[in-house]
């Protein structure tokens, strides 16, 4: 009886008390040594706690964890799909791919959309490890906020200044031939003004060229390609023509027209300055006159 009740309780301890110690931990129990730590491996909970996957436990993206420190610990095992996907754009994550490629669990159409794009292309086919992925334009996937947050690096009024990371570089404009003025020009420009001055409306980046599908102005289906910009151009500005839609561009503008505008915005400012000299003259005019008045010496 008594070699059946022991054989009985080691029977249970090991139903119990053996899966614990290799099931997924949640995130607080890694938050607890990762919190404290330093540099690219340390997670601030607070911000986690806030971000988009702050209910997340850390093995659902970090599926292969290394190291002795991990060892007992794991999550469920990437399938084939995010094993061909982390393979592919390994030249970019070269810390964790698995947990790079593992966004595409939740977000498989956003990621179907990214391989056929141009940066997409330029990551997975061309293996070029200055090409964006997700967490170079959205940020660190612990802090990610919604699209609606200001902080949100994606957010309309901050999207600008994300893409210019990238497109505002010289060493990238050289690589890809693209304008290296292309955020100047656009943060010169009337939308870009009106985006400034925090109209909502004002189009963006992603508005006209698209997101995670976008394609190279060179490609006959690039909202931007050729005639292609009428239909672009008309969701905001309806009955858009060829005419209309050829005169939005980040090119530099022709000289002519360059300094024409200098020259009138130099003549505005010339002729205010100019009346609001005339103006304290003659209050200083009459201020003199009146004085002298009290004076007694004004003829």
């Not at 850390?58 to 990437?78: E, F, I």
């Not at 994300?162 to 505002?168: L, M, P, S, W, Y």
């Not at 001055?197 to 995670?212: E, F, N, T, V």
Request: net charge positive; with cysteine.
């Amino acid at each position: 009886m008594r070699n059946w009740l022991n054989t009985a309780a080691l029977l249970l301890f090991t139903l119990v008390l053996v899966p614990a110690a290799s099931a997924a931990p949640d995130a607080a129990a890694c938050l607890g040594c990762h919190g404290s730590m330093e540099g690219a491996v340390n997670v601030n909970q607070e911000k986690f706690s806030k971000s988009v996957h702050g209910s997340f436990d850390c093995v659902t993206c970090h599926m292969t964890l290394k190291g002795a420190q991990h060892q007992g610990l794991s999550g469920a095992k990437p399938d084939k799909a995010i094993q061909e996907l982390a393979t592919a754009i390994s030249s970019k994550s070269k810390i964790d791919p698995v947990a790079q490629a593992a966004c595409a669990t939740c977000h498989p159409d956003v990621y179907e959309a990214y391989k056929a794009s141009v940066h997409g292309q330029n990551v997975m086919v061309k293996k070029s490890s200055d090409g964006p992925v997700c967490t170079s334009c959205h940020g660190s996937p612990h802090y990610i906020q919604p699209k609606a947050s200001k902080e949100s690096a994606v957010n309309h009024f901050n999207v600008v200044q994300t893409c210019g990371v990238c497109h505002e570089e010289k060493i990238m404009s050289e690589k890809y031939g693209f304008s290296p003025q292309v955020m100047e020009r656009y943060k010169e420009s009337f939308h870009g003004r009106k985006l400034r001055l925090g109209q909502s409306g004002a189009p963006a980046c992603p508005d006209c060229h698209g997101a995670h599908d976008i394609k190279s102005p060179k490609d006959p289906a690039s909202p931007v390609a050729g005639l292609n910009k009428i239909a672009t151009c008309g969701k905001c500005h309806s009955g858009a023509t060829p005419k209309f839609v050829a005169a939005i561009t980040h090119q530099a503008p022709d000289p002519v027209a360059h300094f024409t505008e200098i020259a009138l915005i130099i003549l505005t400012v010339s002729v205010f300055l100019f009346i609001c000299l005339h103006v304290l003259l003659d209050i200083y005019a009459d201020i003199r006159d009146r004085l002298l008045r009290k004076g007694g010496k004004h003829e």
